[in-house]
């Protein structure tokens, strides 16, 4: 039976597409898992009626800056509601990869004002204990994006994921730790599990 917390941790994981984060978020939480706690892992945007609409967007007709805006502020209060709140409540260790500051990140890019997105995000969304910012060369990230065969959606090109990663690196806060995601997934993520077991989890092990 999986271990509770003390109190609930949660862990975001950041950085523009093609940074390694969902890497990393996944690797931690299956070696979480393994050390016996409960582990939730979730996303933003979701699977709900809300995320759904911004995923498909994505690689059809981008929605406007306010209208993107909108759309992930209801993805992310649902979400907030339904499963981030009750998991902490409970004790669990909450792995999401993407939150509010990738909102900060990329609607700032698209011109809306990054301070007063994090005031509007904070009002509702629990911060993190921890934000994992995996940084990368935008030039490495979309090579890596381009090996997965995917396809690129409208988020990603250099001149928008430049201006991206530039926000991500001005959220200067002591919960904010940079990674370095240009090394090899191993490497980082031996930072990665450091940096949190330093923190959050101190004592863990």
């Not at 959220?171 to 090899?184: F, K, M, T, Y």
Request: with cysteine.
């Amino acid at each position: 039976m999986a271990t509770p917390l003390p109190h609930g941790v949660l862990l975001a994981f950041e950085g523009i597409d093609g940074s390694g984060k969902s890497t990393q978020a996944r690797m931690f939480a299956d070696w979480a898992e393994l050390e016996g706690l409960e582990v939730v892992r979730t996303r933003e945007p979701t699977q709900g009626p809300w995320g759904r609409k911004i995923r498909e967007a994505r690689f059809t007709a981008r929605l406007s800056p306010e209208d993107e805006l909108a759309a992930f502020i209801a993805d992310r209060k649902e979400h907030v509601e339904t499963l981030v709140r009750p998991a902490l409540a409970r004790g669990a260790l909450v792995i999401i990869d993407r939150y509010y500051y990738s909102t900060v990140a990329y609607q700032g890019a698209r011109g809306l004002d990054p301070q007063a997105l994090l005031e509007m995000n904070r009002a509702f969304a629990p911060k993190p204990d921890l934000v994992l910012l995996v940084d990368a060369d935008p030039k490495l990230c979309l090579q890596r994006i381009h090996a997965r065969g995917e396809g690129q959606d409208l988020f990603e090109n250099l001149e928008a994921l430049t201006k991206v990663r530039a926000i991500f690196l001005s959220l200067v806060e002591p919960h904010v730790a940079v990674i370095d995601g240009g090394r090899s997934a191993e490497v980082v993520f031996d930072e990665v599990r450091a940096r949190i077991l330093a923190g959050p989890l101190q004592g863990l092990t």
